[in-house]
Each structure stands twice: as structure tokens, then as C-alpha cells.
């Protein structure tokens, strides 16, 4: 739980540091599967952002997250411990969308494909994607119905809803040609 109270506080800063986190309460431990820690680094130094799990070798978030040596833990729900349901998987590629504006925040979306697959497990598994145009935390989910349909980018400090989203509809033939493209086939 303390994995997605973290998540859900990076929601409150575009930059991905942690904020607060106003009116929250504790998830049941691994009731959300699909959410993915991620750690990397900018000009050598340390950060942090959600994503989410959207088949066994790639995680969906948000562009702004992109960094070097990025690590993704799957199946934690104490991200501060180590938990026998925990993987730490490195990231073998980083798909920014290539139309993504770090000043605009236009396109905030990435996709990173795993090194390895992600061992399914009652603490591991995808989120579906939407399958149609029809309708916090900094690159983490906004799921509706058990279904991803954005991906948080930020939102106020005071605690209300995040109002930016990069809505994942409106990328789903970029998401799926490039997992198509790069299905995970063995070491490069």
C-alpha cells in the first residue's frame, strides 16, 4: 500500500518528486497488480515515477519520466522493504512518443520495454487497455472499470483530482505497434 500512496503522491508535482498526500488511505496489499515503481536518473541524480503494467514485457506511463538506468519493481506494496512478491526489472528500451513536448506537456506518454518478462502472480499482472475512443500519480494509471484510460501527469497541490491526463485512447495504434514492433525475443 505504501507503494501506491507514493504513487499517488507523485501526482501533486509534475517534476515527479514526492508531495503529500491529502485524504489518502492504505490500498489492499496488492490489489493493484499492475502498478510498477520506477527509479532512474537525470544528470546523475536520483528520481521517481509510476507507471504501469500493460502486458508481461512493457509498462506504460508518462514521458516527463524518462531518464537513464531505469529500474521497474512490479509487486510491491512496501516499495521502503523488500517483499518476496517484489521484481526489480531493468528497462531494456525507453519509447518516448515522438511527437512528446517537455515544455507543452503534449504526448506525455512512454512506453518501456523490460529486459525479461514479469513472472505473473497474484501481485503481478497487466491492466487492460482500452479497446475503443470512448472514455494520481506522475506516470501512473487512471483505470476506470478495471481498464487504463490515462495516465496521470500532474495536478494541484491542495489535494483536488489531478486535471491533466494523457488519455491512452487516443494512442493506442502508437502502443501497439511499438510493443508489436519490439516484442521481447531474447537478449539484443
Not at 60 to 68: E, F, I, K, V
Request: proline letters at 7%; hydrophobic letters at 40%; charged letters at 20%.
Amino acid at each position: 500500500m505504501v507503494l501506491f500512496l507514493l504513487l499517488v503522491a507523485l501526482l501533486l508535482s509534475p517534476t515527479g518528486e514526492a508531495g503529500k498526500i491529502i485524504g489518502g488511505h492504505e490500498a489492499k496489499p496488492h490489489s493493484r497488480p499492475y502498478m510498477a515503481f520506477l527509479r532512474f536518473k537525470i544528470s546523475g541524480e536520483p528520481h521517481i515515477c509510476g507507471g504501469f503494467l500493460v502486458r508481461e514485457d512493457f509498462v506504460l506511463t508518462a514521458a516527463h519520466c524518462l531518464g537513464s538506468s531505469i529500474d521497474v519493481t512490479l509487486g510491491a506494496h512496501n516499495i521502503m522493504g523488500q517483499e518476496r512478491t517484489q521484481q526489480v526489472i531493468p528497462v531494456r528500451r525507453a519509447f518516448p512518443h515522438p511527437h512528446y513536448n517537455e515544455i507543452t506537456g503534449v504526448n506525455d506518454i512512454m512506453l518501456l520495454q523490460l529486459t525479461m518478462k514479469a513472472k505473473m502472480t497474484t501481485a503481478v499482472s497487466p491492466v487492460s487497455l482500452p479497446r475503443d475512443r470512448d472514455t494520481g500519480d506522475s506516470g501512473g494509471p487512471l483505470v476506470c472499470n478495471g481498464v487504463a484510460q490515462g495516465i496521470v501527469s500532474y495536478g494541484k497541490e491542495d489535494g483536488t483530482p489531478p486535471q491533466v491526463f494523457t488519455r491512452i485512447s487516443s494512442f493506442l495504434p502508437w502502443i501497439q505497434k511499438t510493443m508489436k514492433q519490439y516484442k521481447l525475443q531474447g537478449p539484443d
